[in-house]
């Protein structure tokens, strides 16, 4: 099933040939977080409804209803995880998934006050503790993730933020995909 899942996103990041971007899906563990909810633990208001086929405004957070929880885009990630984190907490389940124009990948996920993290190119290095176990939440996925980055030995085996992102969707059972990304959907200013 993961392989599967991996194929959709690979074929997703060719075709859209996303530079950069950060996608944050944040699920309650009771209950239902809406648009509003979300808008008032970020600490901020509505700026408008888009539509289909609107222009993408660098100053503005997307925010998209899915199921019980809500989904955020930015196609302009600078340091703003700090303001997506803002949904994380008890209570809730919420992964971070950030990509920038060098290739760098961070993904941070938190189920309550459980935390794990992971950076590529290069894992994150605490003396004394090896990189993986700082995965917290993402350990089940340990192999998979570790198989996305390239050894003395071997190349990686899978593509790291298709990886990043299965595991997003098998955890939370939010699929990443362009129906998605083109339904109409909330903003805020991300400048509060």
């Known amino acids: 099933m993961l392989d599967k899942i991996v194929a959709h996103y690979d074929d997703m990041l060719d075709?859209?040939?996303?530079?950069?971007?950060a996608y944050t899906v944040t699920i309650p563990d009771s209950g239902v977080l809406t648009i509003e909810?979300?808008?008032?633990?970020?600490?901020?208001?509505?700026?408008?409804v888009r539509g289909l086929q609107e222009p993408v405004d660098s100053d503005r957070l997307s925010l998209?209803?899915?199921g019980t929880g809500v989904v955020t885009l930015d196609w302009h990630p600078?340091?703003?995880?700090?303001?997506?984190?803002r949904l994380a907490g008890d209570g809730f389940r919420h992964w971070y998934?950030?990509?920038?124009?060098?290739g760098n990948t961070i993904m941070y996920?938190?189920?309550?006050?459980?935390?794990?993290?992971?950076?590529?190119?290069?894992p994150g290095y605490i003396p004394f503790t090896h990189w993986t176990d700082h995965f917290g939440p993402l350990s089940p996925y340990t192999e998979f993730l570790v198989s996305g980055y390239?050894?003395?030995?071997?190349?990686?085996?899978?593509?790291?933020?298709a990886a990043c992102l299965a595991v997003i969707e098998m955890?939370?059972?939010v699929r990443l995909d362009e129906e998605l990304m083109e339904s109409p959907h909330s903003e805020v200013s991300i400048s509060t």
């Open 15 to 21: 075709r859209l040939c996303f530079d950069s971007f």
């Open 37 to 48: 909810g979300a808008m008032r633990r970020l600490g901020a208001t509505p700026a408008a």
């Open 64 to 66: 998209y209803q899915v």
């Open 78 to 85: 600078v340091e703003r995880q700090e303001i997506t984190d």
């Open 97 to 102: 998934l950030c990509i920038d124009i060098e």
């Open 109 to 122: 996920a938190r189920y309550g006050a459980a935390e794990g993290h992971l950076e590529h190119p290069e």
């Open 150 to 161: 390239d050894s003395e030995e071997a190349e990686a085996q899978v593509d790291i933020t």
């Open 171 to 173: 955890e939370s059972g």
